[in-house]
């Protein structure tokens, strides 16, 4: 029998039947998943000979009578009965695969067990053919068992990889509609105060989440303790929680929310831990969030203090994020949405303890949050705000076991959770308890939402964290045997399965890749078994180590090689690609032994402190005070320094008395890590201008300044453009940074502007949108276009930013004056900015803005002031997020058809928008900019435009602007002013700009790349 494809009279039908699903679930699922029921309904249709209709009907009528959610008969384990009521049969390989699918755990521990024994003994019967005699035979062997058993689970991941279908994305609700009552969120962060710079870095990122994740249903919150100390409390930290309480309030009444807070911070007291013989929060974050859980359930006894707010006790799912985790606009809603579905919801066995079905918790896909120095070390990698990016890989547990693994970010059910994991964990024994928490409480992973993290800048930082997670990961050994510890101390059955226990075994394996491939060598040049040169063991080692990067490189170079258009732009590539695995197989051989040293240090500290000496078997910091902690260290103190150089003289000692011959080969990786250790601290850093180049623009920058307060500045009669005023406001606190002018003469520069902006908009005569002298009364904008009125916005958001960081930074003998009538000035800047709305200039039919109050035409270029104006009404929440997808697309049309501005017109519009927004390499914004940098760089192009090319050449002298200042205008002048302070102070008005509360939860917009997929 056939049936109308899904695409056309079938889907209205089938809805008509499926919305009549007994939990009411159906109507409120996203497209998506609907589309899944239809299609099996249809696929069940086509073998059964039924209409799609009629087995949806069946799928309706099995659910009521068990009163489920039809989706359980469609896509869960109601299906084998709804294939029986229908008299569908499904084919032999489709039944072997349900089969193989039931038992793929087991078949793939056991199947990776088989494989590594079977490989070992034909390895051993290789080495006897060779002659070896037996105990250099069996030396050896010993010591590759775990490269043995790493290889052969690459190869077996990588076939399954190949060969297994990805798994659909998880079925979800619609996330527009998943905010009610009894959806009820809380985003949590988890954070250990040690400073009050900690605290407002933790409240600005919490705002960032709550300005893309707005709902009613959705709350934020900060867990905190203090750091382990002698004493119940210390001094000063009164003075923290005062801190922690003036930043929520103020949070709240920021956004209008003092009846009914959306933000809060619930503080921990410090307990005595007997074992540490220490004063601390009880099992640091893993107590943290079940205390947490417990006092969402009404518990009382927790060793949270203060007031527990009423929301708290009505959250039905957390959000868990690290102190360095960025949520994405409008990842919240995506993740509730998933874990909310019915089919996804936890089920437990019959008695009560385990989850058998779906999930307690979801992990999202990780991406690295962007930021100058990772962009500029990097090149770049694909990220995005408002285009789908291509869904992470699949995970190997999701794809073939129906779960994932949890990595301390993601959300839970509150309830299911905490009866999942009760009285699992037994205190003062585990560390890293996001691997049991995730087996535990069955985790799903979301491949379609992503969540981005930070990255330590820092080799050293890497190491400290890298060094945390070894000894997390071998404390963990217990639960790899059959029987495992419960908090009451007695040992019970295990509940975990082969695959759980494996995956723990693997994670104590995967750390000694380096040690293990260390040993190996050095045995090979220290015995020489069967008579093997050094130069062998060398080589074979290197190939080892850099497979990975090796195999990647190498086919990525073919592949984009032959796509090129000519042999000599192949040969420039292969070129260019082949440094590139040069200075990644350096990389590799240089880190050997430092990560060798961490490696043996960490597991020597885990099993000391499980065996023989407990009180540190928490030890633990921070991201922010590792980082803290190794640079105030210099690279030769570090500890896996001192580590690589005792392993240098041990194996070089060894090598001198066994097989001289040998030290040529193990020089590169015995002496490699001295020069990472001396030059390899910190991620590139941005290119210095030389000391005599500075000091030339310095004194450039001074003369502009210098013609700029001398040409004819405005007066009341003037009509001054919003450019103009947006230079007028900024250049003074450019000159501040420039040292050019105090504090005092910046206020009263500053508060002359604003007055003065205040009288010509009072008169009418001013394009922009401003104010009374107060700044309270907002005038709609006259005449002024959308490309001018974003420069003065982002000028808005630059001197508001940049005056706060002014007046935090002056000494406490500042004239109180002077620190008053600066934040005056900041205020009026904001209330100037909030003033300024985007949303009249919108056309929802495009997506675009529209290029005045009335136009016809729009703004259709990224690199523009009307992009800026996007980005500043995107940030102010007058314009929807989608708005930058439209422009993207617009840019992208406009550049191909030719039609964006050339010339030196086009290159002062371009580029202009760059004196405030970060313009990173590689990006959509940066291509734009390069398209008219030949005609800015040009000997007779205008001296401001020249100024704006430098931050994109910075090579360029800056010498050749001296001619044209002496002639340029005012507004020519304040542009060069500006241009020469960002090159001097490291584009300090562009990290103005994207330090603002307002902006930084859209910087990653600046990100786009051409190619996101």
Known sequence: MSHPSVGHAVPDALDGVLETDPARVYAVMDGPTRARYREVCVALAGSSARTPEEVAREAVNQASASQEHVGMFLLGQGLPRLEAALGYRRSWASRLGRGLQRRAANLYVGGLIGSSVLALVALERFLAA??????????????????????????????????????????????EQVFRAETRTLVITPLLVASGED????????????????????????????????????????ELLARLDAGVRELNARHGFQEAPRFHWLHRERRWNPVSRRWMGWERKRGKLEEFNRLVLG??????????????????????????????????ARLVATLHHPLNRARFDAAGLRVVSGYSMLQPALGEAPTRMSWRASGGWPVSLVRELKQAPPNMGQSLFGVGEFVGKGIYDVAAFHRALDGRIPENAVLSHDKLEGMFSRVAFAQDITVLEGRSPDLAGTARIW???????????????????GRDGRFTPTPLTALDRWKLLSDLRAPLSFPSALAVITYGWVMSPGGTPPSFWALATLLWLCRHMLLLGVGAMVRDAFRTSSLTEALHFVRRRTGHLLMGTLM??????????????????????????????????????????????????????????????????????????????????????????????????????????????????K????????????????????????????????????????????????????????????????????????????????????????????????????????????????????????????????????????????????????????????????????????FVGIAMRQLPLQHWAALLDADRKTRAEGRG???????????????????????????????????????????????????????????????????????????????????LCDDVLSQHFHQHRQTAWVETLVYEMKDVS
Not at 216 to 226: G, I, M, Q, R
């Open 130 to 175: 060779q002659g070896l005699p037996v105990s250099q035979r069996l030396g050896l062997l010993a010591l590759l068992v775990l490269p043995v058993v790493e290889l052969i689970q690459e190869l077996v991941d990588r076939l399954l990889a190949a060969s297994v279908r990805r798994p659909p994305v998880l079925p979800k609700l619609d996330p």
């Open 199 to 238: 605290i407002d870095a933790q409240y600005q990122r919490m705002e960032n989440h709550f300005l893309g994740n707005d709902s009613p249903a959705l709350s934020f919150a900060l867990l905190t303790d203090f750091p382990d100390a002698d004493a119940k409390e210390l001094p000063g930290e009164h």
């Open 299 to 332: 518990a009382r006894d927790t060793s949270y203090v203060g007031e527990v707010p009423d929301v708290v006790r009505s959250v039905r799912y957390a959000i868990t994020l690290d102190a360095d985790t960025q949520l994405l606009p409008g990842s919240a």
């Open 467 to 485: 060094h945390r997670w070894v000894r997390g990961d071998y404390q963990l050994m217990p639960w790899i045997l059959p029987w495992v510890p």
């Open 588 to 701: 590799t051989v240089a880190t050997v032994l430092p990560f060798t040293t961490i490696v043996l240090d960490a597991i020597v500290r885990a099993l000391y402190r499980m065996g023989v000496d407990r009180s540190r078997i928490l030890d633990w910091t921070t991201h922010s005070q590792a980082t803290r902690q190794v640079r105030a260290l210099s690279s030769f103190r570090l500890p896996e320094v001192w580590g690589s150089t005792v392993l240098t003289l041990l194996i070089g000692g060894a090598l001198w008395r066994a097989n001289p011959a040998a030290l040529p080969w193990a020089a590169p990786l015995l002496l490699g890590w001295i020069p990472l250790a001396a030059f390899a601290r910190t991620a590139r850093a941005p290119r210095a201008l030389p000391s005599h180049a500075a000091d030339g623009d310095r004194a450039l920058a």
């Open 703 to 870: 003369r502009v300044w210098e013609r700029f307060e001398a040409s004819a500045k405005p007066v009341g009669d003037d009509v001054l453009t919003p450019t103009d005023l947006a230079l007028e406001l900024v250049a003074p606190l450019a000159a501040y940074h420039l040292g050019l002018l105090d504090a005092a003469a910046l206020g009263v520069r500053l508060e002359a502007v604003q007055d003065l902006a205040a009288s010509l908009a009072r008169n009418g005569e001013q394009g922009a949108a401003s104010d009374d002298t107060r700044m309270r009364q907002p005038l709609e904008p006259r005449g002024a276009d959308t490309a001018e009125n974003g420069v003065l916005a982002a000028a808005l958001v630059v001197l508001e930013q940049g005056l706060r960081a002014v007046t935090r930074g002056a000494s406490t003998s500042q004239d109180a004056g002077v620190i008053s009538r600066l934040e005056r000035a900041a205020s009026r800047a904001r209330e100037s900015r909030e003033a300024m709305d985007f949303a009249g200039c919108y056309d929802a039919e495009t997506g675009l803005l529209r290029t005045g109050p009335g136009a016809t035409s729009h703004e259709t270029l990224l690199a523009s002031g009307g992009g800026l104006a996007g």
């Open 901 to 983: 501005p050339v010339g030196v017109s086009g290159a002062r519009a371009q580029l202009l928008p760059s004196l405030f927004l970060a313009f990173p390499v590689n990006t959509l914004l940066a291509d734009g900019a390069r398209t008219v940098l030949d005609a800015a760089c040009a000997a007779e192009a205008p001296v401001e435009v020249q100024a704006l090319a430098l931050r994109f050449r910075p090579e360029l002298s800056a010498e050749s602007l001296v001619r044209g200042v002496e002639a340029a205008d005012r507004r020519a002048l304040g542009v060069t002013f500006l241009a020469l302070t960002n090159r």
